[in-house]
């Protein structure tokens, strides 16, 4: 029992371990532009079908008025005021013949016979901004996995830092045992073994600025994938890998949809132009003559039809307002096409550099390895002192530290690249 308790603690004791796909899946599923989508489809589902209904489907109204005409009438030599008159010979007010007291209700049905067309254009319209909703979604995403890999890079690059510390403690305690050794055979001086005392603490503090740095980075990571756990994980390594070259930049497609969506909205306020045809018909009560309310129910039908032949311009300013836009718009396309040219070069010359550099100290790195193996056998033989062993020890390890932060530059140019050549 008791071994089976201290294997529990020590696999419970173990970090989790969390891949790139991991943080990337949780940045999608946090990302409030990505959640929002369904209600922003919704909102322009609900849009399309209320521009068919105003420009297709029929309206029925209820409507009513009673209008009053009050006379102030002198009849017998008496004065009287009635609010709505009838009829009168001798009084003060508007002229009976003209303007008499009415009363109408009735039910009115209105339906539009040439509103397809009319549609058709807020149709476009609509379409235009649903794709535009699913580009902005794809930019969004798009971003997050560059910003998620750059963090997630940092992360790694930190615990490389920490592991490397790790394996330079297991040298230098081992290169402590050997120097021991050689002081105590008198080929080393106490000097010597206090060098490596200070290279260890040296290393530790090293160690430490990973540790923080990593819980750092590992933090912002967390931030950009709104995860809550603040405890130690342990990431698995990842290789960015260089995309081949792509054809037509995904970025522009945000500008030919804006082009599209400006095209749209000239279309959409240029169908005010197209003759209008409604087709309606009452049903109700009208009657100037209160005594035979009975007898003036009745129906009506009839066309109504209506074209704008003129505005002052309007239109044609409304032309040239929208070819603005659209040269204004294709500005802005083609500074960002030559900017993520020349952004895609760079990345890719500055790749070319990290390849170089990186190989230039691996071959440093195996000079070193055997210059160090010469070293000890040069200290046994006393021909080398420990001095400069440990000169050179240090060179090494700042050699090997140089080269991680190389690599992890190199994922971070390639990132970059990746993400401008999309």
Known sequence: MVAFIAIGLSVEAQPPRYSLEYYLAKAFQSSPLLLDKPNQASILNSEKQY????YTHAQTLLSGNYL????IQKDNGTTSFKWNAQSADNYYGYDLGVSSGSLQYGLTWTKPLLGKNVYKAAESQI????????NNISLSRHDIERNVTDQYILCMLDKSQILFSDSISSILARQEAFIVKLAGMGQANQSDIQRIHIEQKVNDEMKASGMQSFRSHLMELNTLCCIRDTGTVDLDRTDIIKRTASGESRFLRKYDLDSLYTIASQHVYESKYKPQLNVFTSLGMQTAHYNTLYK????????????LLSDGKLKRIKRQETQSALSSISVYRNNLLTQNNIRCNQCSLAI???????R???TQLNEYDRLLEMGRKEIQAGQMSVFNYISTLKNVISTRQQKMILEANRQLAVNAYNYYNW
């Open 51 to 54: 521009l068919m209904n105003v």
């Open 68 to 71: 009053f005409v009050p006379i």
């Open 127 to 134: 379409n235009v901004q649903r794709d535009m909703l699913d």
């Open 296 to 307: 003036n129910y009745g129906l009506s039908a009839g066309l109504t039809f209506s074209m």
């Open 352 to 358: 070319e550099d990290f390849d170089r550099r990186i």
């Open 360 to 362: 230039m100290l691996g």
